[in-house]
């Protein structure tokens, strides 16, 4: 029987090997990218063209190779970072496996121009499909100039997995703006289809900042630093005002690398618990230097994810330092100590007299008498209440009625109330479903209701969540939040149908300010959403101005509103433009729905129940969680056996 186990060609190799390390042409740009740090570089220039598709160029004024130290670096495994075992615990490059080079020169095809500092001339090499084609001596700028064309020209398969242009060409935001965070100190500018995105010179870690999220962020940062034995940490953090729906301005950097820590960032978002809104996130540039020995940076292909020897500690040290730098700053409410009620102590005054008060006594109060107080009986000349008078006010008292006819008119009113009677507090009405720190709320009923509503108390609320009432074939429970999402969902679905969709122009136009990476976003969306009837439109580079709202919607917060329909637009891949305008209806739908909490009147929950029931699929709501359930007849019958 022969041999069947054999060495596989380097070629097949480098080709597994980028399946892990080049996912996508952002990851490329990454490894690029940090080759050119880890040069010495002070300035980088990067051109891509149709997301990376076609043409992902790197140019750095860094150290440069020789001819041979060109060739090689395309090799497997080939570093100039890593001498022995020891060099693993004491990492403080970007790269340092020698696998990308190779990865990309097999998937790609690859040209490198390098000088040495000191040369008078540099190489030109070209490689495709892990095959050098030519090395040759030419005339070319101190530094390294990496052009990469076609990727995965010779894989069909990984290129057919590529996404369109626009959400490859945000992946590579993401890169870039993670890289150019982590290192102030070097200028970077970013170039796409002959169009300049960044142009980012060398400056502090605040302008940098600024930079990358935009002006706004300006007045948004509060500065963080605290230094101990274990853990060096500085950077900014967000105001709690300033927390958004959506990530992205989210970063954690250990000795100038990036990294996700899922752990950590539970530290920073217990810190400002009860400062933010459920459900929102707050921002933070956080750099963290510590000695290499105690992390592992080896542990994912790209080199995203670090593991800390002691996490707890780090934990609690980061945990304390937002809340520090909170505190400092008066973003913690500070104790108020009330002083309406105090007493007055007046500052004693030697030189004024001291004068006995004129008080006004009753020599005739008797405690025990409960007449009814006539504000011309007392002072002087007030007369002393007759026994007649007394009896008569006895008479008139509540006492006078028995305990008996009082229990029996407050069981008389107990019986007339309705079923479960709202704190007047505590109820809101549709007419001011209205909050300062949350989107406007929208009504579900309308002047132009087909639905009738009932009158008596056919549907009762619990725990303003769900809605109860009876059905054939048993009590019917109803998520209201879910509900109105459902009923809203197939409302703006049916409006682009059938282009129906209406805008309410606003008084005053708002304008509002995204990063580039969201700014792409609305770029991208600004059609759709104009078919549900926003209308908005670019005033500059990243803003964009939003002249009216879709019709009952005018009062949302338009800002939070988009926060979310981009949040939920970055965390999916869409291809198709059903697709797409589905995912704005759900993000709409459920941005404008009821809230769980909501206090709803019995002529609502009824129209509630009778527009749900008239919707095409009132099971579920849009992402597909169930509205109804129902406790049968046969259950509640065995409950009482």
Not at 384 to 389: D, F, L
Not at 626 to 637: A, F, G, H, Q, R
Request: hydrophobic residues 35%.
């Amino acid at each position: 029987m022969s041999d069947i186990i054999q060495l596989l060609p380097d070629s097949v190799a480098n080709q597994i090997a980028a399946g892990e390390v080049i996912q996508r042409p952002g990851s490329m740009l990454k490894e690029l990218v940090e080759n050119a740090i880890d040069a010495g570089s002070t300035d980088i220039k990067i051109i891509i063209k149709d997301a990376g598709r076609t043409l992902v160029q790197v140019i750095d004024n860094g150290c440069g190779m020789s001819a041979t130290d060109a060739r090689l670096a395309f090799e497997r495994h080939a570093t100039s970072k890593i001498k022995d075992v020891n060099d693993l615990f004491a990492i403080r490059t970007m790269g340092f496996r020698g696998e990308a080079l190779a990865s990309i020169a097999a998937v790609a095809q690859t040209e490198l121009k390098t000088k040495k500092h000191g040369d008078e001339l540099g190489t030109h090499l070209v490689i495709s499909g892990s095959q050098v084609e030519s090395q040759e001596v030419i005339s070319c700028p101190t530094g390294s100039n990496f052009i990469v064309r076609n990727l995965f020209y010779n894989v069909p398969a990984r290129r057919k997995f590529l996404k369109k242009d626009s959400t490859e060409l945000r992946h590579i935001i993401n890169e870039f703006q993670r890289i150019v965070l982590a290192n102030p100190d070097i200028s970077f500018s970013l170039e796409h289809n002959n169009m300049p995105l960044f142009q980012l010179p060398v400056s502090n870690l605040r302008q940098r900042i600024i930079n990358i999220a935009g002006k706004n962020m300006n007045h948004q940062l509060v500065p963080v630093e605290t230094n101990t034995t274990l853990v060096k940490i500085n950077g900014f953090i967000g105001k709690p005002e300033a927390a958004r729906k959506s990530s992205g301005d989210q970063f954690f950097f250990v000795n100038q690398r990036y990294m996700r820590h899922p752990y950590l960032h539970k530290a920073i978002t217990e810190a400002y618990s009860n400062l933010i809104l459920p459900n929102t996130i707050p921002a933070y540039f956080l750099y963290f230097e510590v000695d290499p020995k105690i992390i592992d940076i080896n542990i994912h292909p790209t080199k995203t994810e670090i593991k800390f020897e002691d996490e707890r500690a780090i934990w609690h040290i980061l945990n304390a330092t937002i809340k520090e730098s909170l505190g400092k700053h008066n973003m913690i409410p500070t104790i108020d100590f009330d002083t309406a009620d105090m007493v007055n102590i007046p500052v004693s005054d030697q030189e004024k007299e001291k004068e006995m008060p004129e008080i006004e006594v009753n020599p005739y109060f008797n405690p025990f008498d409960t007449p009814t107080p006539d504000p011309s009986s007392f002072g002087a000349g007030s007369s002393v209440t007759s026994s007649s008078n007394r009896q008569e006010t006895r008479a008139a008292s509540p006492g006078a009625k028995g305990w008996e006819q009082l229990y029996n008119e407050f069981e008389a009113e107990k019986g007339s109330m309705p079923f479960d009677t709202p704190d007047p507090s505590e109820t809101i009405t549709t007419s001011n479903w209205e909050s300062n720190t949350e989107p406007q709320q929208q009504t579900f009923l309308s002047e132009d209701s087909n639905v009738k509503a009932t009158t008596g108390a056919s549907c009762f609320q619990f725990k303003n969540k769900y809605i109860l009432t009876s059905g054939k074939s048993g009590l019917m429970m109803v998520d209201q939040k879910r509900a109105h999402e459902r009923i809203l969902f197939e409302r703006l679905m049916l409006s682009i149908t059938n282009k129906q969709s209406m805008t309410q122009q606003s008084l005053f136009p708002e304008q509002l300010e995204f990063n580039v990476e969201d700014s792409m976003v609305v770029k991208e969306l600004l059609g759709d959403l104009k078919l549900f009837g926003f209308d908005m439109a670019a005033i500059g580079d990243h803003t964009y101005e939003v002249k009216g709202m879709p019709i009952n919607m005018e009062k949302m917060n338009p800002k939070m509103l988009l926060d979310e329909i981009i949040n939920d637009f970055k965390a999916g891949e869409i291809n198709l433009e059903a697709d797409l305008k589905e995912r704005i209806a759900r993000s709409i739908a459920k941005q404008s729905a009821i809230k769980s909490g909501q206090f709803l009147s019995p002529q609502e929950m009824d129209e509630l129940i009778g527009q749900l029931f008239a919707c095409q699929i009132p099971n579920y709501s849009p992402d597909g969680k169930p509205v109804i359930s129902i406790l049968s007849n046969d259950e509640i019958d065995m409950r009482f056996k």
